[in-house]
């Protein structure tokens, strides 16, 4: 079945600084990789994410890339702010296993002001 | 429009007790995922439903059930309750089979004693 490994579990960047966080995939097969902002008491919100016949994603301050041959996608944050302070969460699914979500292990975010 | 809106909030059983944890989706969505959440493992895959049918499963014991209404609501059930058990669990709705585009509630923290 698919795994998905994130890294790294926590980063500490300084407000106005990016922050990039990776993740990589086993399953060939998968084909859509959302990622998700936990925040303190709350579920997961998905925040932005992309298909596999796309290798680049923007949202504002927020970016996706993809490299299918590599099987690895990153999260990019520019200008980072206080509020960004989260655990972020990628994950990948394939259409054909149902779309179950196969979550990372998740990258605690610290923004310091 | 409502969020997904998950009951309770908070639930402290003891050991061998039985739990059942309610999910009401976006109004629309009839798709329903719920996942578990703890420190060590992550977010874990449970199950998924789509009109009222069981259309995946993780790799947890029987204890753990669900079942989803002609509403779309759904009900998650743990059974003999163990201490491994406590975690936040975390329902899940999305528009169609796809599971693209997941929207998470808050979630049920349960406490097993």
């Known amino acids: 079945g698919e795994n998905v490994e994130q890294h790294p579990s926590t980063l500490s960047v300084q407000e106005g600084d990016s922050a990039v966080i990776k993740c990589t995939y086993s399953?060939?097969?998968?084909?859509?990789f959302p990622w998700y902002k936990q925040e303190l008491g709350k579920g997961p919100q998905l925040i932005i994410d992309i298909r596999s016949n796309v290798g680049e994603k923007k949202d504002q301050r927020i970016a996706v890339t993809l490299n299918k041959t590599a099987k690895h996608f990153s999260l990019h944050i520019t200008e980072t702010q206080p509020e960004d302070s989260a655990v972020y969460f990628c994950a990948a699914s394939s259409y054909n296993q149902g779309g179950k979500l196969i979550f990372g292990q998740g990258t605690e975010l610290s923004v310091k002001p | 429009k409502a969020g997904v809106t998950q009951t309770p909030r908070y639930l402290i059983k003891t050991r061998g007790q039985q739990v059942t944890l309610s999910c009401s989706p976006i109004s629309g969505h009839r798709s329903v995922s719920w996942y578990q959440q703890t420190p060590g493992q992550g977010l874990q895959f449970l199950f998924e439903y789509f009109s009222e049918t069981q259309r995946n499963k993780g790799n947890f014991p029987g204890r753990f059930s669900g079942r989803q209404f002609s509403n779309s609501r759904s009900e998650m059930n743990v059974s003999t309750l163990e201490l491994g058990d406590s975690a936040l669990y975390l329902c899940a709705s999305s528009l169609d089979r796809s599971n693209e585009k997941l929207f998470f509630g808050s979630g049920t923290q349960l406490s097993v004693l």
């Open positions: 399953d060939s097969a998968s084909n859509y």
